[in-house]
């Protein structure tokens, strides 16, 4: 791990050899998109300051983040289809909400 930060520009052969050998690059992987692909994903980096790289790991992030979230919107309507599973799992929601003390009702 390198201790200190050199201005752009002014990276020593020796902090350059620390950078590579201490692991602090992260592994890489070459991934196959259409040109087009390639161009959007360039412009969007660019016009946002951050690597191409860094663009497909957001993406990717972002892409999770969604499956979970409409996995869980799927949970909640199959919940709310068998009446007398939504009635339980709200009447548990009511004690959580009287439990907690807080103040804030469950129709806030």
């Known amino acids: 791990m390198l201790r200190r ?38 412009r969007i980096s660019s016009q946002r300051g951050i690597s191409a790289g860094e663009l497909v790991d957001e993406l990717a992030t972002h892409a999770e983040d969604q499956a979970l979230l409409e996995a869980a919107a799927r949970h909640y309507d199959d919940l709310k289809a068998d009446p007398d599973a939504w009635d339980s799992y709200r009447a548990e929601i009511n004690l959580w909400d009287r439990a907690t003390g807080d103040g804030i009702s469950a129709s806030a």
Do not use: F, H, K, S
């Open 5 to 42: 930060r050199q201005p752009a520009g002014t990276a020593t052969l020796t902090d350059v050899y620390a950078t590579y050998t201490l692991g602090e690059m992260p592994a890489t992987a070459t991934i196959r998109v259409t040109p087009e692909t390639r161009d959007r994903l360039n």
